[in-house]
């Protein structure tokens, strides 16, 4: 049985950082890239950040560049995204994602998605 656990999220003011970590359970996890979504009140999900299997590619939002990394762990089956200079337009739940795909560029396939957790940015 595949499990994605969230962790790390949390209520911070503008400008602080948090760490967001991921750990995976029942999946072979360097078949899978793994990403980061947040899904705001009112709006769709939206890809934050992924990374590909052996972490060697990264891809990012443009609105979290220079201020997010997402990182992975493949003897720990754990992906982290550490979250820089939050803003509030940064409020929303984070999911981690795995798609069981050969490459960051490949067609998306067998996906599995945490529960999410809430990361609210605000004085």
């Known amino acids: 049985q595949v499990q994605l656990v969230e962790s790390g999220g949390g209520l911070v003011q503008p400008g602080e950082s948090l760490r967001l970590s991921c750990a995976a359970s029942?999946?072979?996890?360097?078949?899978?890239?793994m990403s980061w979504y947040r899904q705001a009140p009112g709006k769709e999900r939206e890809l934050v950040a992924a990374?590909?299997?052996?972490?060697?590619?990264?891809n990012y939002a443009e609105s979290v560049k220079g201020r997010f990394t997402i990182s992975r762990d493949n003897r720990k089956k754990t992906v982290s995204l550490q979250m820089n200079s939050l803003k509030p337009e940064d409020t929303a739940v984070y999911f981690c994602n795995a798609d069981l795909r050969p490459g960051i560029s490949s067609p998306s396939g067998r996906a599995y998605w945490g529960q999410g957790t809430q990361v609210t940015v605000s004085s």
């Open positions: 029942g999946v072979t996890f360097s078949s899978y890239v």
């Open positions: 990374i590909s299997n052996l972490g060697s590619q990264t």
